[in-house]
């Protein structure tokens, strides 16, 4: 059974620096690409970066370009999301996301089968 379990959320001022991760159990980490999404009240789940199976490929959504960074650790089947310059509109519940094919770099939700808990992201002004 594949499992994922964020950590490393929380709440920080504008401007401040957070950094999530995700720990991946039940599949061989290495072979797949990996995702994190971010749902905010109201609004639809976004994908917020990606990173294909050995890390040479990322996307980013263009809110975030410049201030995250995502990356993995095969060797430890964790994936991390650096988050700088935090803005009050980053502001969700952030989720990790593996595909279950071996797509290059999944950019669509549907994409993803198995999902963590979500960790709570709260940047205040």
């Known amino acids: 059974q594949v499992q994922l379990v964020e950590s490393g959320g929380g709440t920080v001022q504008a401007g401040g620096s957070l950094r999530l991760s995700c720990v991946v159990s039940g599949r061989t980490f290495s072979n797949y690409a990996m995702g994190w999404f971010r749902q905010a009240p109201g609004k639809e789940r976004e994908l917020v970066a990606a990173?294909?199976?050995?890390?040479?490929?990322?996307y980013y959504a263009d809110s975030v370009k410049g201030r995250f960074i995502i990356s993995r650790d095969n060797a430890k089947n964790t994936l991390h999301l650096q988050m700088n310059s935090l803005k009050p509109e980053d502001t969700a519940v952030y989720y990790c996301a593996a595909p279950k094919t071996l797509a290059a770099l999944p950019l669509r939700p549907y994409e993803y089968d198995y999902w963590g808990q979500g960790t709570q992201v709260t940047v205040s002004s």
């Open positions: 990173i294909s199976w050995i890390g040479g490929r990322t």
